[in-house]
């Protein structure tokens, strides 16, 4: 066994993960609690109510990881949490939450970017401790990190070093989904159930494909306006929403626009492999269209699974091992930043 053992805690949003990840890649304990039932009451997220929830939550799933995990306190390195970015008052949870239990178990605490345990999810394995590790995901490496927050093609030479090459202009891939879904009536959230509602169902229509200034920027709110203007059309003739075949229309149009200027930046840096993280990268069809166009390319796909590309603690342990390796720690000061941003390198 290898590298440090992290307790590592993510609270940015509705999900409350707590892991214990040994050395940036092999997963000891993980787990998440969901809010998604309570939010879709509302029909998304009210921030109030997922900050309450969250101190709700963390103590248990704290308890809980380290006693999946079977380690005392005295075995971990670090306490690691995200401090951003994300909803203030869910961050504000995880980081006092991690600072009190570094200070009582005197162990170093490290801040991480949420954008940053998207990526590294890709770093993630559950093979037996006593099994040898897979490889690691090879650079320069193309991320493409589609959340309910963020869509962004991001570039990494190494570790740690970022290049964006472009991101949404407007909405995020997941908040079309979720819009979209309320839309046309589907539960929250609205990524899975319109990838449900979308499966072996034709589109209904094609929806025109954004244009936008950068290459490899994308825009999504135009896409949502046409399902809007389609939908009302229907009601206005009297006639049945076909959901489902919007649905498969939307999903078509979102999985476009990402495959398509994915793959091109990914032949243009001729890079040794592309990485998705993210909520909606545990999209089938994304995966699947993504992986055919990068197959002609020769290049290949890294994709986490599912459970690991929506928000949970082993990707902040994973990127976390890294970074302790760098000798990256906060301070006691570390502070909750709901618009962090990843420190972007020139190459
Ligand atoms: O990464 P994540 O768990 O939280 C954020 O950091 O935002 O992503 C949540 C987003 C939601 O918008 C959700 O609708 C979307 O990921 N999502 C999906 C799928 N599963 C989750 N979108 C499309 N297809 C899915 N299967
Ligand atoms: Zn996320």
């Not at 070093?161 to 407007?170: I, N, S």
């Not at 986490?304 to 006691?332: E, K, L, Q, V």
């Amino acid at each position: 066994m290898s590298g440090p053992l992290v307790l590592a805690i993510e609270t940015s949003c509705d999900e409350t993960g707590v892991a214990v990840v040994r050395g940036g890649r092999r997963i000891v304990s993980n787990q998440v609690a969901t809010q998604i039932a309570l939010h879709a009451a509302t029909g998304g997220i009210v921030p109030e109510v997922a900050a309450r929830q969250q101190l709700r939550w963390i103590v248990p799933s704290v308890e809980a990881a380290m006693a999946e995990a079977g380690v005392g306190w005295d075995e971990l390195d670090a306490v690691a949490v995200t401090s951003g970015p994300g909803l203030i008052g869910s961050l504000l949870v995880g980081v006092n939450v991690a600072k009190a239990l570094a200070v009582v178990h005197d162990l170093p605490l490290m801040g991480i970017n949420h954008i940053e345990g998207h990526i590294y999810a890709n770093w993630l394995t559950d093979v037996p401790m006593e099994d040898p590790l897979p490889d690691e995901p090879p650079f320069p490496l193309l991320c493409l990190v589609v959340s309910g927050g963020h869509t962004q093609l991001v570039l990494m030479a190494d570790h740690g070093r970022y290049r964006l090459l472009g991101q949404t202009v407007d909405d995020a891939a997941g908040e079309a989904f979720d819009k979209v879904g309320r839309l046309l009536g589907l539960p929250y959230p609205g990524g899975p159930a319109i990838s449900a509602a979308a499966e072996g169902a034709s589109a209904a229509t094609r929806f025109p494909r954004a244009r936008t200034a950068g290459p490899y920027d994308f825009s999504f709110s135009g896409l949502k306006t046409a399902v809007l203007r389609e939908v009302a059309g229907y009601r206005e003739r009297g006639a049945a929403i076909p959901v489902d075949g919007l649905a498969a229309a939307f999903e078509e149009a979102v999985v476009d626009a990402l495959a398509t200027k994915t793959a091109a930046a990914a032949e243009e840096h001729a890079v040794a492999a592309v990485a998705m993280g993210g909520g909606v990268a545990a999209n089938r069809s994304l995966r699947r269209v993504l992986r055919d166009r990068l197959d002609a390319l020769g290049i290949p796909l890294l994709v986490p699974p599912p459970a690991w590309c929506t928000d949970n603690g082993a990707m902040i342990g994973a990127a976390a091992g890294f970074r302790y390796a760098s000798g990256d720690r906060a301070g006691p000061a570390l502070e909750a930043v709901p618009n962090l941003s990843l420190a972007w390198a020139d190459a």
